[in-house]
């Protein structure tokens, strides 16, 4: 992750300089602040900025006058009954913002979640940096043969050589082709907002990303979840090992239902009371299909 | 505004203990967190927590790594080009978040704003306070009579007082009631979520009320306008002279091409073109309707 | 509920011109086409307008040129496969459209669902007419004693007559105060947008909802579930069973892995393993809170 | 536009059999319905699925029982004075389903708006055509000198021919690779999800997109301007001409105030009345910045 000395002197500035403030502060992030967790070959997350800690919630929830309560332990039964019953306005009263550096195709996906604040970087403005992501061996899989949208093993040997020679020789051609287009030495120069067409998706973009905590914690639990692609899972563990120092205990119920946790359809409910019952239940008489039955058995046994 | 003396000390608890924070700071905001800000006769405005300032709008704008440039004159010119052509996504990147003291009838109109975050308090779970709005003399209006949504002169002499006598005694009958039916004395007390049903919409709620710079400016220059009901432009006021200390670039940004501004349909530029040439012309050959035409004509004579 | 007579004949007439479409069309939901389903004592929903069917949630799913498959099963087996893995965008690609009429502190509540279209009929423009929810004998429950926000018990004899006398009268008077503060029979009359504060929170409103499919299930889960207040209850049990007429495949797997499911906590996971396996667990080892251990024993014994 | 004949062949098995319906029917837009308007080299806007028309945003403004009044004059004065005093929601009452194929880069900047929903064809799952987006030789720009972000004149003679040339051969090369890595044949394949970043931003993607008329409206603004970038440009354009005839009255209203509108300032509006009055203004004493002057001075010269 190369940042310039330039950039960390400026990160360094703004790290050495604590002001007073009257706001509620969370010791935890602030230990984050500005700092860049470096993610893939090129890619970062840095917190820019927070709004709340686990008090905050507690006291929006109670719509109070003053920070809420001195005792930790009732904070923390609110927050997990507020989890547990799926009450999402307390936790959208923390926000968080982030500033990001990752792939094109990371970015496309990551975009989907619509509930949330982008600034990104722009090609039309600006000219993109010749940084790719190229995948390390051992992430670099092959197509699962039982999911259509997945990973099986890694790839090994020359095929192996042959894809990473492909990606980097690819990744350097385009973007010299792309300086070329734009270059006004001896020409007139592509227009950036054109030029841009010809880089491919693992090449690196940037935003400033701003979020609330519900719309976070539903993004960490599609994104850090096993199904998802390995170069957005990275991104979200990384920004979960952020959010377990800012808000701890609202993380740890977090964790608790939703990460640990899983919904059970009311078929499944039925059969796991049969179960408890002693009684053996087949997929033919579960009632459920042969593909929620595999999902239900890779838990249940 | 009767803030209890338990409610007052915890304020001044909150505003007691300033704490070191890496982060974007507003001094002028930081004045006025906590405090409440009177509006109507029982109601107010607190800040509870904000972030970003200024900087951060062109920090966001330029996704820069720094805290970006050390020349106002620079930010300033940038935040009013922003502003000028509608871009929306760096002023999203500041965040309030308030406490309210609102009648009902001001809180359905607000909610009506939905990008923004909402907790408010349940009278599902909690029993509401005898607080109702009653308008001051002056703001006792008729009718109007040109404007169906509109205010006209204000009620006068045995008018006035019947009034007010009415808006009183309901208010202190509905509220009798309610207790009398949660009442548990000698019986078994009506359910907190259907007694409420008897209290009249100008009874006070509250909420911690929670949306981004870009929201926020759109809730006031619909809410701070003279079209808006006096009951809620006040709060908007309130809430204007808080940003107005906040950010104050954006702001006078805002006041110029938001408050203080118009937008011409392309008729309109028509006939100021015409005018500009020394031509005069008449609502029968604006192409307006007579509505437009009046609107036009009270700005431009 | 007490539609004119101009009313009806107006929804006769929307009934009487079917017109051809090549749209997609639900044989289910042209059935309901604007008729008011009647909810509490006066109010109703009616469905005004509806985009798409289960062969569009496939079709989107599928991003697809034509109508779908023909094979009935596999569009099945996918919808059920979407609804269990938490596809939201699928569902979303169908759209309702709403007229409704109902209290005011029912509305309250609904509008919390912020991912929605509204018009509501406005008192500031307009007079509201005299109708006010008052509720059966057998809905006039107590406050529960183990529940803040919940029912006990139907309130019996004098106290449930002392109840509905104030409801009532207030409801009344309270009305007969509005209509008198806006007469202008001898006097100014009252601003409309300033009589309605007197008016309590039963009196009926109506509007205009619209909203897709993915977040109107999220509306029923929370609202048709048996946690929900009974008078908003009621609507969301009437526009499920349009739903169910609408899109009857969507439909049954919301009720198989939302309405009739469960979230387990990862700590409930264990607590079930365990007992799969033989073992007897107490609220003491189980790890969770006796909250959580009442609530998971009300369900798995 | 190369849609294969079995993809015509199902767009015309979609159109060959209308059904009756009792909702509102917009004939403008049936006339579009399924039917792909070319865009580009390779898109395409298909109208899948519409809900309401003209009539219908009245009868929203109203909260009405029936159809609306049978004045058409009304009706267009109505929605003429919404439009006019920015009134949202019964614009939002009528939502508009489209199918588009478009290149990557264009899709960044449309999924930018995010009040809309979105399916998108998935290479994780699938796999990408050979499809993309070469500009036409009268398209080829050069970087504007005066804007950062614009075009300034074609590019012409050798330099023409090498960009596209470039942007031809790395095409083809990237999807050669893209396909070479994706084999199995001899080898395991490389996964979906990680082949596709070697493709570039010109290649086609596709989804189906869903919108309500008031955000669509706001979409056309930004994006059928001027100073967006043509090859979204075109996109807004033919999205444009199938709304005017969609709902011929409202398009109307926004063609006047929105696109042929424009916003002045406080300050411009101080300057177009002392110019009225006779008074020549210059710059300096206009308050305005230079960039703010030579933008109102394009308009009103």
């Known amino acids: 992750m190369p940042l310039t000395p330039e950039q960390l002197a400026e990160i360094d500035a703004l790290r050495a300089t604590p002001r007073p403030t009257l706001r509620a502060v969370s010791e935890g992030m602030e230990a984050h602040l500005y700092k860049a967790a470096p993610v893939l070959d090129h890619g970062f997350v840095r917190v820019?900025?927070?709004?709340?800690?686990?008090?905050?919630?507690v006291q929006a929830a109670r719509v109070s006058y003053?920070?809420?309560t001195k005792k930790v332990n009732d904070d923390s039964g609110l927050i997990r009954y507020l989890m547990r019953h799926w009450h999402s306005t307390p936790f959208e009263m923390c926000e968080?913002?982030?500033h990001v550096k990752l792939p094109i195709f990371v970015a496309r996906q990551w975009i989907r979640h619509r509930t949330a604040n982008v600034n990104e970087y722009s090609a039309r403005y600006s000219i993109m940096d010749r940084e790719f992501y190229i995948?390390?061996?051992q992430h670099?899989?092959?197509?699962?043969?039982?999911?259509?949208?997945?990973?099986?093993?890694?790839l090994e040997g020359a095929e192996a050589a042959r894809v990473l020679e492909i990606l980097k020789s690819?990744?350097?051609?385009?973007?010299?082709?792309?300086?070329e287009m734009l270059s006004q030495d001896g020409q007139q120069g592509l227009a950036r907002e054109l030029a841009r067409m010809n880089l491919p998706a693992n090449i690196y973009t940037q935003w400033y990303w701003k979020v609330d905590l519900h719309n976070l914690f539903h993004f960490l639990r599609l994104r850090a979840d096993p199904h998802a692609q390995y170069e957005i899972r990275v991104y979200a563990e990384a920004i979960a090992r952020m959010v377990a120092d800012w808000v701890p205990v609202a993380f740890g119920a977090f964790e608790d239902y939703r990460m640990g946790g899983i919904t059970l359809s009311g078929k499944a409910i039925a059969v796991l009371k049969r179960?408890?019952?002693g009684e053996t239940v087949t997929q033919e008489d579960s009632g459920m299909s042969?593909?929620?039955?595999?999902?239900?058995?890779?838990v249940w046994g």
């Open 275 to 277: 179960r408890l019952a």
């Open 66 to 68: 003053g920070a809420g």
């Open 135 to 137: 995948p390390e061996p």
């Open 140 to 154: 670099l899989a092959a197509q699962s043969t039982v999911n259509n949208q997945g990973r099986g093993a890694v």
């Open 48 to 57: 820019i900025d927070y709004m709340g800690n686990d008090a905050a919630i």
């Open 290 to 298: 042969k593909g929620e039955w595999r999902e239900f058995t890779e």
């Open 170 to 179: 690819d990744a350097a051609r385009t973007y010299d082709h792309y300086e």
């Open 96 to 98: 968080l913002k982030l």
